[in-house]
DNA sequence: GCGAACCTACTCGGATATGGGATGTCCGAGTTCTCGTGG
DNA sequence: CCACGAGAACTCGGACATCCCATATCCGAGTAGGTTCGC
């Protein structure tokens, strides 16, 4: 799976702490973990195209979150950056070669039936999840992280 | 995901129908999708190190089902080809740049454990079902499917 | 002193290189079957 | 006719190229705010 994620998911977090009054850049939200800032931008782009967050340019610009975190599911931001296209694509390969013959097209292909049920599994497990949820839970074993994290962004 | 696990479930099924007493070969499997002969070996070897296959060398030799189609999962099948390394794999960028230091790193990262949870959901799922619910599945909708495969196997 | 225009710095957004892993190809080791030969 | 041995063909197994996408980088368009000039 894609890294962006990952990255994905901790900046909206950050962007929670934050509050959606004041932008953060995305080179400052990069150096956050230490990552390279015009890869973390690429990320945030796609959240953006999502709707996920709000951009704004020039100075004092960056991006907001859009929605508040309880109404932002982590499937959300995966399906932003890593593509809404299932894992697994069946490219029928049944229907290919000598042995097509023996098949009729109109009648779904089993194994991608069960591929497919398994993909909505995982994705209902995903968007069960919202970004307040890993929020609070965060908070319920580090409580000073609110805090610590928006000081750290209203730093220089 | 690997494409490679479609071949390997529909071979596997192809296995299935032709029997365990006879052996097939990965070319004779690849030419009934199509399929390029080298690269179908490829994916029978990895079925064949996880112990779902067995191989025999030589001529009259190839691959049988080494369990009955009732003893594996398409979890197996998956795992054998696509390995078994979860696809999300958390880097802990938490740990680095500035951020770090409010993060305690004995507690789990929650970003983590959501993923781990939905793709624990996707591989209980893909455990559930066997090769004998895909074959019966076929079966239902085709019931000239085993005699056909078979009968082509068994052909020049 | 005040307003407006300009200029600078900062931001996003997309176009452009690069590397690693999936994809595809090839050849060697080993086994089994077949054919020929001798008894 | 039967047993035996050598050869050949077939198979897996792994080593070797190739291609594509994720990764990473860079630069341009646009905007907000500060600054300076004119009135």
Redesign the interface.
Known sequence: ?N?G???G??SC?NLAWVGAESAVSSARLA?????PPGYMNKQLQALARAGIVYSTPGPGGGFRLARAPAEIT?MDVVAAIEGREP?????E??Q????A????PV?PC??D???R???L??????AR?TLA??KA??EA??P??PV??RR?FAGP
């Open positions: 799976m890294e994620v990952e990255w998911v901790h977090l150096e956050y973990y230490g990552l982590v894992a697994f694509r069946c490219a390969i049944r290919r070669g000598p042995g013959d023996d098949v009729a009648d089993q194994v039936q069960v591929m049920r398994a993909e599994a995982w994705r209902a497990e995903l999840r949820d890993i839970a965060v074993s580090s000073e992280v610590r994290t750290w």
